[in-house]
């Protein structure tokens, strides 16, 4: 009687493990042929694609082999296509010297960037490195990143370290006030797509790939605006 019920097991157990096996070796196949898809759009100048494709090399998701280097070279392109998350990737990447040597000052400066735009991951970054880096590089780091934006980068740093003038300042607090008072919700500002959300508000420097904006986002940036104003005692 024994030996009839172990049959049953080892066979259900069989199946299962095959099962297990068939289904890690779809997910494979189904990654080897989305990678066979992005690499062209990737190296064709396609700013999703490169994100997407960084992703995957950079955590092997799927079975695809690991290839940091590979993967750094195509979140950096898309970071610098002003994809927001591959931002905030890529400052964490400087920062641990994964698929790149370390470089704690360009860590900080796209880190920087990700965080001026909304992104809590950047600015999480951005207080770590900023505690650990002495003032030069510091102050190097955010010079580089204010370079890429015209919109002053609401990034976690101490009001006095900003360097914007108080009629900027004051035309930045506008802007952000106006967008507070015409979008209420999350959901109305989740409308804001493409054509209408990334013209009319373009100028926040806070517009998604989707064109869209997030209200608490602005609102924090907002905020900030409000305490530089205060630093800097602007009228």
Known sequence: MKRLLVLPIVFFTL???NVRAGTKEAAAEDYTAR???LTPLADGGSALAQLQMGLILRSGLGGIPKDPERAFGYLLKAAE???WN???VVAGMYAEGWGV???QVSALRWASIAAGRGSEAGLSIAEVLRSALD???RQKAQSMADQWSQATLIDGRPTEEYNVKCVALQVQIDEAKDFMNEVKTEAEAKELISATGA???SSLGMIYPSGTVALSDVARRYRGLLDIKSSK???
């Open 15 to 17: 199946v299962a493990t």
């Open 233 to 235: 005692k602007c009228l």
């Open 86 to 88: 591959a931002q905030y």
């Open 199 to 201: 013209i009319r508000w």
């Open 101 to 103: 040597p370390k470089n």
């Open 35 to 37: 990678v066979g898809e």
């Open 135 to 137: 003032q030069t590089s």
């Open 81 to 83: 296509q002003d994809q």
